[in-house]
């Protein structure tokens, strides 16, 4: 504890010294989220991440995430530095969505309007017509469908088919998965809300369609947040990653918060819904990129303006 406390000291005097501000997302270690909120930044799910990082006026963001998310605050602030703890740390539906290959599908339905989720390279969003997170990609492709487009989708097949089943939108979809959250298990699931008659399910929509089908609120992480708020029951169980636990534990302490089932299950590790990815975020490599200035987020700069205009569009749609 005596050494964390002297790292969190470090970084505070750091951020002040390079006008540097935290940007963390709510999967990552509480530490992080904790200090992002006591030091002035967000700790906030990936659409309102890349907003705070485009509207703030420090010369420095620190984020802490994964790359795409660096990737967009680059791509938002061509303007600022990019600093990362750990810039290996992607994602399994960025990593399972190649470029080139996308590229060619694209290539092969040149009628339908191009749709991607946030979790991708800035090559991918530099062949889409919109960029969406969870958190406003049902908005978007109703209005889409409302104005008769037809949909490409990648690469989240589970939030894909969701989308679909809600708006009624003509979708074609790439197959990626959320290696977290594909784990979730629809049987296990009821049976612990037998055990819990009362709980209220809130289910983030990159899980599989059966355990979306339990859920009494399907969102993005701030979406489960709010429902969480809203909701009048005192019991949740909750399938995401597990770092939004400690956020809806610290804001609701008078609420029960119980990790949904996965796979993985056992008595040494309860849920196991936690991105290895995100884990790789910590306090002694935030304190290292700040001091060194290592770590630097970089975008290919013939990308960035054609990636930066997806993303602008789905801020400006929900401004
Ligand atoms: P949101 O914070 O947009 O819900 O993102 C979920 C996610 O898996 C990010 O990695
Ligand atoms: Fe990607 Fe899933 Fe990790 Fe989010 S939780 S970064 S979607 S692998």
Redesign the pocket.
Known sequence: PAERAALKERIRGLLKQKNAVMVS???VHPDLQDLAEETGGLV????E?ARFGRDHAARTLVVS??RF?GETARILSPGKTVLMPALEAT?SLDLGCPADAFSAFCDQHPERTVVVY??TSAAVKARADWVV???CALDIVRALHADGQKILWAPDRHLGAYIQRETGADLLAWQGA?I??DEFKAFELEALMREHPHARVLV?P?SPAEVVALAHAV?????ILQAARDMQASEFIVA??MGLLHRLRTLLPHKRFIEAPTAGNSATCKSCAH?PW?AMNGLAGLAEVLESGRNAVEVEPGLIPRARQPIERMLAFTA
């Open positions: 997302h709510f999967y906030s799910d990936s659409l991440m995430g994964v998310m994602c946030a979790n997170t969870s958190g959320c977290v959250h983030h990159e969102g993005s992480t701030s979406a995401t990653d991105c995100m």
